[in-house]
């Protein structure tokens, strides 16, 4: 069973921060790279960061020095660290696969930045 489970978001003003984490089912996480992909409305899913199952990381240049993925392989579980956030990160955020399983995504978090 494929199950994704993304928690954390919230409303922070510009220049906050904010954790994510993403509790993920074995199938899925398990010697998989993870990222996390955010939507806002009216636009595409994008990848925002991705991190491999030996911790090798990248991200999209707009949140470089700003976001760090990490993950707890023991519990399945990857984290998304977002510091110095700005109005245009908000959006849902969801895990999944790199590249994703298509009919898996779970429900996101909502991240709002706003003053």
């Known amino acids: 069973q494929v199950q994704l489970v993304e928690s954390g978001g919230g409303l922070v003003q510009p220049g906050g921060s904010l954790r994510l984490s993403c509790a993920a089912s074995r199938s899925i996480f398990s010697g998989n790279v993870m990222g996390w992909y955010r939507q806002a409305p009216g636009t595409q899913r994008d990848r925002v960061a991705l991190i491999s199952p030996g911790g090798n990381t990248d991200y999209r240049d707009s949140v470089k020095g700003r976001f760090t993925i990490s993950r707890d392989n023991a519990k399945n579980t990857v984290y998304l660290q977002m510091n110095s956030l700005k109005p245009d990160a908000t959006a849902v955020y969801f895990c999944?696969?790199?590249?994703?399983?298509?009919?898996?995504w779970g429900q996101g978090t909502q991240v709002t930045v706003s003053s």
């Open positions: 999944n696969r790199v590249p994703p399983f298509p009919n898996s």
